[in-house]
């Protein structure tokens, strides 16, 4: 599996959250497709920056419990190295996509390459590698030369689909990646970000409130309920 937590309660700071659904999720391991919803009072602003910080920020340690991401303990790696693991493993698609307004759609998406050596080592040739993300994605390459501010939302979202997708991060987390969609373009992006991906050696696990979603997915865990 690409994750383990021990034991199901994992403690930062003074925040428990209860990670059994996460525990599932990311031990469904390569090649899966998981969507964590949640109850009324587990919400998915309750649910992302805990997977987010759990993985990608490593400011503060755990109190208890312990994560290991590709054999890299989590709890022995200095600050530096847990950014290196981030870089070289994870890729995430913000919900607000965090795009660099003066840069354009190609450098938004490339600039991810330039915190891994890894991952730019597995692309090659990035522009390539961009123009058949962005095709696969529904984005035709003559918008990867636009600013973000040119660009709409669903293209706006497509490049920060590309820039977590390229190198080939064994995890992607993806945070409420419809919630700007309407029920059209919110199946079309999700089959396309299934298909982007390469089921021998990535996953990808969904933050979502949107119910219409579930039957698109290998797997759903509901936290605060019991599926």
């Known amino acids: 599996g690409l994750s383990v937590f021990s034991p199901s309660l ?11 659904a996460m525990v599932a999720a990311i031990k469904a391991g390569v ?5 964590c919803s949640s109850m009324a009072r587990y919400g998915a602003q309750d649910i992302t920056p805990f ?14 419990g312990s994560i290991s991401l590709k054999n890299f303990q989590y709890s022995q790696l200095s ?11 994870i890729g995430v698609i913000f919900q607000s996509f965090n795009l660099i307004p003066y840069l354009s759609g190609f450098e938004n998406a ?8 890894r991952r730019r080592a597995l692309v090659g040739r990035p522009r390539e590698v961009i123009e058949n993300l962005a095709t696969q994605l529904g984005l035709t390459t003559d ?19 590309i820039r ?6 064994e995890l992607i987390i993806a945070d409420e990646p419809t919630s700007a969609l309407d029920p059209e373009a919110t199946t079309l992006f999700m089959n396309q970000l299934n298909d982007s991906i390469n089921p ?16 698109l997915f290998d797997r759903v865990i509901t936290l605060g309920g019991t599926q």
């Open 79 to 89: 600050p530096r190295a847990l950014d290196t693991v981030r870089a070289n493993h």
């Open 10 to 20: 994992v403690t930062r700071n003074t925040t428990q959250i209860s990670v059994n």
């Open 31 to 35: 090649g899966r497709f998981v969507q």
């Open 143 to 161: 918008l990867l030369n636009q600013k973000p501010t040119e660009l709409s939302i669903g293209q706006q979202q497509r490049i920060a689909a």
């Open 110 to 117: 490339h600039i991810g390459l330039k915190f891994s050596h």
């Open 200 to 215: 021998q050696t990535q996953a990808v696990v969904v933050v979502s409130h949107n119910p219409s979603i579930i039957p």
């Open 164 to 169: 977590a997708l390229i190198g080939q991060p």
């Open 51 to 64: 997977t987010e910080d759990m993985f990608c920020k490593p400011q503060d340690p755990l109190q208890t």
